[in-house]
């Protein structure tokens, strides 16, 4: 057994440099658990944000699955832009990989803006799949060889929390400016004396060497940078989102959605996930079959648009979360990941339904 912190039969570890990796104790278990998971924290956080989350996953899962809390861009790192960030996560993600030989599948969890940086990194670590004999792997596409891989592991879930797919542009996309025009014109114009990079990738004004903003660009493979043949490789892909009360990420950014494809939802009845109010599962969409009207009178820009399109051309589950009845709901960004132990406990039957429908 390797070196470490010893919890509940749950073993942990921090490096130097802040990341953390979580175990199996028992040494049959580790030594069969082969899946790596991810986890990426969201802007200004770090590894420890996903601590919760980590002890859970290997606790009900001790035999399948390795976790590696990433800490390549903690803190103020997360203001350098996405795709800065995105390049490290991909050298962090390989370097686990070269010192744990035994793994064979590979899952991402993200938090936030993790869920940006971790849809690079993967378009980085994409390898496409073998051709033999000549002969066009495509062809066959129910075959193991055919499918691509993330850094030579069978990708299985990409799940991200909160995340601001469409960006921060749009109304109502960050809830606390309240909706109102001249709010949000002002966040446009002053994000990146804040945020720096990073806030000129969520607003869609970067515009490096004339292209067109870095999310448009990441909805298409581009170059060497394989961004939907990465994400389209995984098994699932699932999308969590606060249908309410999170004022950093808005419901329609972080579920994929337009303003008229946003479901009512109800109170759950399901005791054992409380919080979940809305399971979708959505099928994979050709440009030509969305309605490319669908966009008028839906508080939608253009790009906004090319992102929702781009992103339905792969499967979602769109799982809906509400935390309206709870204490802390006013913090729902926060306690849908369980970034607290102590403060966020409420958003723990989230991260039990996520480990609960997770692919091992």
């Not at 970067?206 to 170059?223: A, H, Q, T």
Request: proline share 3%.
């Amino acid at each position: 057994m390797e070196n470490g912190t010893v919890e509940n039969g749950v073993c942990s570890k921090e490096s130097v440099d802040g990341s953390c990796d979580v175990w199996s104790c028992k040494d049959s278990d580790s030594s069969s658990a082969d899946h790596l998971v991810v986890m990426v924290h969201g802007i200004l956080g770090s590894a420890s944000d996903w601590k919760f989350g980590a002890k859970q996953f290997v606790k009900r899962l001790p035999d399948k699955v390795f976790v590696h809390c990433s800490e390549r861009n903690m803190s103020k790192l997360t203001l350098d832009g996405v795709d800065v960030m995105g390049e490290r996560l991909a050298q962090e993600v390989l370097e686990v990989i070269e010192r744990k030989p035994n793994l064979r599948k590979i899952s991402f969890v993200a938090h936030s803006v993790g869920g940006l940086v971790a849809r690079y990194a993967i378009g980085k670590l994409y390898r496409p799949p073998k051709i033999e004999n000549g002969e066009d792997s495509s062809a066959d596409t129910s075959s193991e060889n055919s499918r691509g891989t993330i850094a030579g592991l069978e990708a299985i879930n990409f799940i991200t929390v909160a995340t601001p797919h469409l960006g921060s542009r749009g109304n109502k996309q960050v809830p606390f400016l309240f909706g109102v025009t001249a709010f949000e014109k002002a966040a446009n114009f002053v994000i990146h004396l804040i945020f720096r990079r990073t806030g000129r990738h969520l607003f869609l004004n970067d515009n490096d060497e004339g292209r067109p903003p870095l999310l448009r660009r990441m909805v298409e493979d581009e170059d060497e940078n394989y961004f939907m043949s990465a994400l389209r490789v995984f098994k699932r892909r699932v999308a969590y989102s606060n249908a309410c009360y999170d004022h950093i990420v808005g419901w329609r950014t972080s579920s994929i959605r337009r303003n008229s494809e946003l479901p009512k939802w109800e109170d759950s009845l399901d005791e054992k996930y409380p919080h979940i109010v809305y399971h979708e599962h959505c099928k994979a969409c050709d440009a030509e079959q969305l309605d490319p009207s669908s966009m008028e009178d839906d508080g939608s820009d253009k790009i906004e648009e090319e992102l929702v399109k781009g992103l339905s051309r792969v499967s979602w589950e769109k799982i809906d979360v509400s935390f309206h009845n709870c204490r802390q709901r006013f913090a729902a960004h926060s306690v849908i990941q369980v970034k607290d132990e102590v403060v966020h406990m409420e958003g723990a039957d989230v991260i039990h339904h996520m480990i609960d429908h997770f692919l091992t």
